[in-house]
């Protein structure tokens, strides 16, 4: 599957892909299903060329459920987002077509009008953000009757790359714990065991924004705190589903030439920073989160290369997530100590002395 999302509707698990329609009664064993969007001769006269349909989005409010997709031809900025809607998705069964929700190239921003996902923010209000390469991601407000935008709103631009040729795409928004958290992938995508897409995120109090990241760097100035997963593979272009609660990020990841779905639970760390790493859940696990705010020594997160100066000798140790070790130094009072081997990701961190142990989780971004 590739660029996955995620809904349920009664006892049945939908996810819709560029790759197609698919349902589960478990979340583990999928099936193909039938119904997704609807041909149309508008979409062609808008996107001549296009390459199918690409990294849909689906959500429900008002009893129906909204279809936003994308139309493009690879590494093109002639691209177009569409809206179909349903009452149900029980029994398959095709999307009736709403039309042209957003084209590019467009007079309101340097834009690529893909990648598209609603967002309700709380007060009866929904905003479509989407967006790939060129200026990044944008966000707009929409008539929730019509789910087109409102022609007294305007475009905003919520998250770039430093440089035009640094990849930044797959947005996604979720309300939750005071905020707005901003999910989207980095670099490349589509190249198999050779793709380097990575997920990060940024948060605000708006849905417009500024999003910050953990750092407190705009997402507007290339900001993005890197959600590493612990794996060896690119993966990217998340959905989040939410049941009872509980989040899981849905996206894909490249183990081999094509891309396999991988569902995993989100939870929040004690600064309700979105994490994989449950034992930093402050939700699921009070008692270790204080522990770990009293246990640690260093920052939370180190810009890459790593590096950082101690008040005394210690002996550090450095694992994964799976608590493979992958490095041990010895390191000595207020003298810098640099890990260039250190690739971006999430580690537990070790620090032996004679008095004492510290153990601490660290991002390195």
């Known amino acids: 599957m590739h660029d996955p999302v995620m809904i349920k509707e009664g006892n049945t698990y939908f996810i819709y892909a560029t790759t197609g329609a698919y349902t589960s009664t478990d979340k583990v064993k999928w099936s193909r299903a039938s119904g997704f969007v609807p041909s149309a001769s508008w979409q062609s006269q808008q996107v001549p060329g296009h390459a199918g349909y690409w990294a849909p989005d689906i959500s ?3 009893g129906k459920y909204w279809l936003y997709y994308s139309m493009s031809t690879f590494g093109s900025q002639h691209s177009a987002i569409g809206l179909a809607t349903k009452t149900t998705l029980i029994g398959g069964g095709t999307f009736e077509d709403q039309g042209l929700a957003v084209k590019s190239p467009s007079s309101d921003g340097n834009y690529n009008a893909i990648d598209p996902n609603a967002i309700e923010d709380g007060n009866g209000n929904v905003y479509l953000n989407w967006g790939s390469w060129w200026d990044g991601i944008f966000i707009r407000q929409l008539d929730p009757k019509t789910g087109k935008f409102l022609d007294t709103a305007s475009t905003t ?3 770039t790359r430093v440089r035009t ?15 707005f958290y901003l999910f989207v992938s980095w670099d490349k995508c589509c190249a198999g065991l050779k793709s380097t897409y990575n997920m990060r995120i940024g948060r ?27 794996s060896q593979f690119a993966g990217g272009h998340n959905g989040i589903f939410e049941e009872d609660g509980q989040f899981y990020v849905v996206y894909h990841v490249y183990k081999q030439q094509g891309s396999d779905l991988e569902i995993r639970y989100l939870y929040f760390d004690k600064d309700n920073w979105p994490t994989f790493d449950r034992s930093m859940s402050a939700d699921l696990n009070q008692a270790a989160a204080r522990s770990v705010k009293k246990e640690s020594l260093l920052p939370s997160s180190f810009r890459y290369p790593m590096s950082f100066t101690t008040d005394g000798d210690y002996r550090l140790s450095l694992f994964d997530f799976q608590g493979k070790s992958l490095l041990r130094k010895q390191v000595s009072s207020n003298k810098p100590v640099q890990f260039p081997g250190i690739k971006p990701g999430s580690y537990y961190l070790q620090l032996n002395s004679k008095e004492r142990t510290y153990k601490q989780r660290i991002i390195v971004y």
């Open 60 to 62: 429900y409010r008002d």
């Open 157 to 159: 631009n919520i998250a």
């Open 165 to 179: 040729n640094m990849g930044i795409e797959g947005a996604f928004i979720i309300r939750t714990r005071g905020y």
């Open 204 to 230: 605000s109090k708006n849905v417009t924004g500024p999003y910050m990241d953990m750092s407190g760097v705009a997402m507007l100035k290339g900001g993005g705190t890197l959600l590493a997963d612990g």
